[in-house]
């Protein structure tokens, strides 16, 4: 799925500090979601949002931060509250509607220096 | 709240044999039930869904059925190849929730 294009791929963290990671999509889809997914887990969570400048929390939305300024591009902030960071993010995106699959992006691994 | 339960958490098969994994969901107003496959470092792939008018779909090696009544799903996949090992995730959408993932193994 070429469309979703995740940066960096790989992202090392100091203590303190914020980092953001990058997602764009020319699928002209109105909705995208971050997850965040651990070892041997399932996808989890993050934000999403279904359309321009609005956006939702979703299971695990502490440390983290948003932001929907334009249909193609939805970054993700981890914060310096988000204290277990290390993890494997992947941004999706979709049309809307209930019944429309979600095409994800490469990920970004995120590790803690 | 709402979650998906997915089982086993890993399978291992030989070449030629069937795999199956099941997933029972709680959230009945979900209406569509994708599945993906993501190999080790890579992104999901979705390899097959299902809406809920509907009760069974197949796409050549690997089908999925759907029980409403029981909110249960499965991913039944034949004729295994090597190719086939990942792993696979299933999902429930009203709210989109993913389970934990089955590792599938399918030995030569």
């Known amino acids: 799925d070429g469309g979703i294009t995740q940066s960096p791929k790989y992202l090392f963290r100091k203590e303190g500090q914020n980092v953001t990671l990058s997602c764009e999509q020319n699928l002209n889809h109105d909705a995208m979601y971050w997850y965040r997914q651990d070892p041997g887990q399932g996808l989890r969570l993050i934000y999403y949002s279904q359309i321009v400048n609005d956006f939702q929390k979703g299971d695990i939305a502490e440390g983290y931060s948003v932001s929907r300024e334009k249909k193609e591009s939805f970054p993700l902030t981890v914060t310096s509250a988000q204290k277990n960071p290390t993890a494997f993010y992947l941004c999706?995106?979709?049309?809307?509607?209930?019944?429309?699959?979600?095409?994800f992006g490469d990920g970004t691994r995120l590790s803690i220096l | 709240g709402e979650n998906v339960e997915q089982h086993p958490s890993t399978l291992s098969v030989q070449e030629g044999d069937s795999a199956v994994i099941k997933c029972t969901y709680s959230d009945s107003a979900s209406n569509y039930f994708p599945w993906y496959k993501q190999e080790l470092g890579k992104r999901p792939q979705l390899i097959i869904d299902?809406?809920?008018?509907?009760g069974e779909k197949k796409d050549q090696r690997i089908a999925v059925t759907l029980n409403k009544t029981a909110k249960h799903f499965s991913l039944h996949i034949t004729e295994t190849q090597p190719e086939d090992s990942a792993v696979y995730f299933c999902a429930a959408r009203g709210k989109l929730i993913f389970g934990q993932g089955t590792e599938l193994s399918v030995k030569p």
């Open positions: 299902i809406r809920s008018n509907v």
């Open positions: 999706a995106s979709s049309g809307t509607g209930g019944t429309q699959p979600q095409h």
